[in-house]
């Protein structure tokens, strides 16, 4: 392993072991294999920290034997990228793996690829760059992007058959055996039936110090506008018992524990592991709450784990919109929900909603104010509205549809907030020119991945390029507005 040389390098390195010190692995993982695997993900530690798929394939690859896989996370300051593992810099790997979930992670992505030369597209890769592999949640809908520069892309849920892929790789074999050993037969994405949990915890994870448990993968809720439902595959759940004897497997180890899924209240087990944390004293979260789903004894067991603050997701302000997303709730649902909050000491919630959509009215995005005062005359003292544009992504009911114009989307923002100047009223809304570039990102063609790859690697900012792709996308749409409005809005 070389040290840094230089004052920027030590301040990375640095930095590197100061949050690798931080944690602390439930589970001993160790990789003694010749092949040295870099696991990328390229966002930010606290965010690549808590992805249960940092843990399952740290755990899943150094369990191969002749593997040895290293974490490593995004940091547009970092030049060197020192693993998480043993501080060895990122260029003496051969194989590079990065899991992308988040359409704005390909450009950092792209920008680690930059920083150390390595050509975005795969075709102008020689014998001594390294192999790159993207796998994620990326894969499960549009990988159209991704097939340009990575090597090999695994499609959906980590494979059998590739772990007996890289098993056969050997440290000395040449590029393009590597490559040949790894693809796999997998078209379309593969769905697992097995589930994972946290190898490590850290205080900087976006999750805190807890124990991750993924309880279910797959949606059954089929909400027009998310793509969970339509393409990560059937619901699988754990079973309750499994979750229990996780649970208390740690016990010792830490009592802080965060279950993961979709929709963690869809989880058929989900009374019977809040009490179970009840009797046991244990500290619950949970990932995700489907309102009309909430019951006394979750509830009950949030509030005992000292959370403050409990989310729902109304998704559209009025019940037409709600209707039109396919969300299956009703206004009498998000007052219970709310209620239920009230009656167990919650002061505190957080809503979340998708406006912009191209067949919303201004009184649907009323319906969002009214709700917010509704709040706060319940008794809430801060009423956080997280509000997100709609972004019509591939393999839903809505990929087709086009995705309102940014003057619209700032006109509606502008006028959510006139109408809710209101103490103890939050207004958190998505960045309007990254959720364009989202859209770009997620509905990119073949053709326009080349582009933009080829503007990337001249140093330009992609952000105009993929701005005027947006615009693109939505004129060839535009005949959507015409014939279409009934079939989305059901209105």
Not at 443 to 460: F, Q, T
Not at 471 to 487: A, C, L, P, T
């Amino acid at each position: 392993m070389r040290k840094p040389r230089d004052k920027r390098s030590w301040s990375e390195y640095e930095q590197v072991s100061s949050l690798k010190f931080r944690e602390r692995f439930v589970t001993e993982v160790s990789g003694f294999g010749d092949v040295r695997v870099a696991l990328i993900y390229p966002n930010s530690y606290e965010v690549g920290s808590a992805s249960l798929s940092t843990h399952v394939l740290l755990r899943k690859l150094n369990e191969l034997g002749s593997v040895r896989a290293e974490r490593f996370f995004y940091n547009k300051e970092f030049l060197k990228y020192y693993s998480f593992d043993s501080l060895t810099p990122l260029d003496e790997f051969k194989i590079w793996a990065f899991s992308v979930h988040f359409e704005l992670d390909l450009m950092n992505v792209f920008d680690i690829l930059n920083k150390f030369s390595v050509p975005l597209r795969k075709e102008e890769r020689n014998e001594f760059h390294p192999v790159i592999i993207a796998g994620g949640a990326m894969t499960y809908f549009n990988d159209n992007l991704l097939t340009e520069v990575a090597d090999v892309v695994h499609r959906g849920d980590l494979s059998e058959e590739f772990l007996d892929g890289l098993s056969a790789v050997d440290h000395w074999m040449h590029r393009k055996e590597i490559i040949a050993s790894l693809e796999t037969e997998h078209v379309t994405p593969f769905f697992s039936d097995v589930l994972g949990e946290s190898v490590f915890i850290s205080p900087d994870s976006v999750f805190g110090d807890r124990y991750l448990i993924e309880v279910g993968r797959g949606c059954f809720r089929k909400c027009r506008f998310c793509v969970a439902g339509h393409r990560y595959g059937r619901p699988r759940f754990r079973k309750s018992d499994e979750v229990f004897d996780l649970m208390d497997s740690v016990a010792d180890f830490t009592n802080r524990f965060g279950l993961v899924a979709a929709t963690v209240t869809d989880y058929p087990g989900i009374d019977e592991v809040a009490e179970h944390c009840i009797e046991k004293g244990y500290e619950l979260s949970v990932s995700s709450l489907r309102l009309d789903s909430v019951s006394d004894t979750l509830m009950k067991s949030l509030r005992l784990s000292n959370q403050s603050i409990f989310t729902i997701a109304p998704e559209g302000g009025s019940q037409r919109m709600r209707d039109a997303f396919a969300k299956g709730i009703s206004r009498g649902d998000i007052l219970s929900a709310l209620e239920l909050g009230r009656k167990h000491g919650f002061r505190r919630v957080k809503m979340y909603y998708i406006y912009g959509a191209v067949f919303e009215r201004r009184e649907d995005r009323q319906e969002i104010a009214e709700m917010a005062l509704q709040a706060s005359s319940m008794g809430y003292t801060s009423v956080v509205l997280s509000l997100n544009p709609l972004i019509p992504k591939p393999g839903t009911p809505f990929e087709e549809m086009p995705m309102e114009s940014l003057s619209g989307l700032r006109k509606y923002e502008k006028e959510i907030r006139s109408e809710l100047l209101v103490e103890g009223v939050k207004l958190d809304f998505e960045s309007l020119k990254e959720s364009q570039v989202q859209f770009a990102l997620a509905n990119i063609d073949k053709s326009h991945s080349r582009e933009l790859l080829a503007h990337v690697e001249r140093g330009v900012d992609p952000t105009p390029i993929l701005k005027k792709y947006a615009e693109e996308v939505n004129s060839k749409r535009k005949e959507w507005k015409k014939h279409g409005k009934e079939e989305y809005s059901g209105c």
